[in-house]
């Protein structure tokens, strides 16, 4: 039993970290600008002028592209790393003022959290080392491996409807502002705790219906034995292009997906570290 308290107080003592806590909140600044990229390329796709992928992955070429891009590039992965370990602490002892289900709705959260800085750092890390593939083909790649396997349809259906999954709950934890529970609104003044609410709540709406879209995208592909369609996000932004309207619709979520990474911005002074 002492054991375990003695792990939990080094690991407790760890998550306090105060060069933790810096790299973290440079870490949302890089995040920030990321999304701010994937939501010019959104905007881009939208009027048919993008050849680049509508993604993370993208961005992340795109911003490899500019002057000094190989450094910002360092730095984004330094901090999304940062991010990846705080919310591995976080999944482990954190979010102690919730209880019940609340409580371990964060903690999954969380491991997902993890998951997805360590990826994109990941990522950031392989475009810098110009050894970034299209990641869009590679899932589509990867899908038309699994159909071709025993169950595997059924396992990409499932991973498509995950996702679709995660991006209506991002919607539904955007629009009930639950994102708000995390900040420190405290400090904030009333014109910036509006801000926040107003970029946090358009933000996690665009990118969860973005990932809803998505998912939908790679159900439908395992229903029809058609990985084209299983190609992620970017495969989700130029379906909706194609559609009545799409080009407006498209356009208003990359307005969202920017506002995303303003929220972003302001995340690195007032989120909870």
């Known amino acids: 039993m002492s054991l375990t308290r003695n792990a939990g107080a080094t690991a407790a003592q760890a998550a306090n970290s105060r060069w933790l806590e810096l790299l973290t909140r440079a870490g949302f600044i890089g995040y920030g600008i990321v999304h701010l990229l994937f939501a010019w390329l959104a905007l881009q796709i939208a009027f048919g002028k993008s050849g680049e992928e509508g993604n993370q992955n993208g961005a992340l070429r795109t911003l490899g592209a500019q002057p000094m891009g190989k450094f910002l590039l ?142 939908l995208l790679i159900v439908v592909a395992a229903v029809k034995y058609d990985p084209e369609k299983a190609r992620g996000l970017d495969a989700a932004l130029r379906t909706l292009r194609d559609q009545p309207w799409g080009p407006v619709i498209l356009a208003l979520m990359a307005l969202g997906i920017a506002a995303f990474g303003i929220y972003c911005f302001l995340q690195s002074r007032y989120r909870k570290v």
């Open 74 to 215: 360092v730095t984004i992965a330094v901090g999304l790393i940062a991010m990846a370990i705080w919310q591995a602490f976080e999944a482990a002892i954190g979010h102690r003022a919730l209880r019940g289900r609340d409580r371990l709705f964060e903690r999954i959260t969380s491991v997902v959290r993890t998951v997805v800085f360590l990826w994109l750092a990941w990522t950031a890390i392989k475009v810098f080392q110009d050894a970034s593939a299209n990641a869009s083909d590679q899932q589509q790649a990867l899908s038309e491996k699994l159909m071709a396997s025993t169950g595997g349809r059924w396992l990409v259906g499932l991973a498509g409807l995950v996702i679709a999954i995660v991006g209506i709950g991002m919607v539904i934890y955007g629009l009930k502002k639950k994102f708000e529970r995390n900040l420190k609104i405290g400090e904030m003044s009333p014109k910036t705790h509006t801000l926040a609410r107003r970029l946090g709540m358009a933000g996690y709406a665009a990118r969860g219906a973005v990932f809803a879209v998505a998912g």
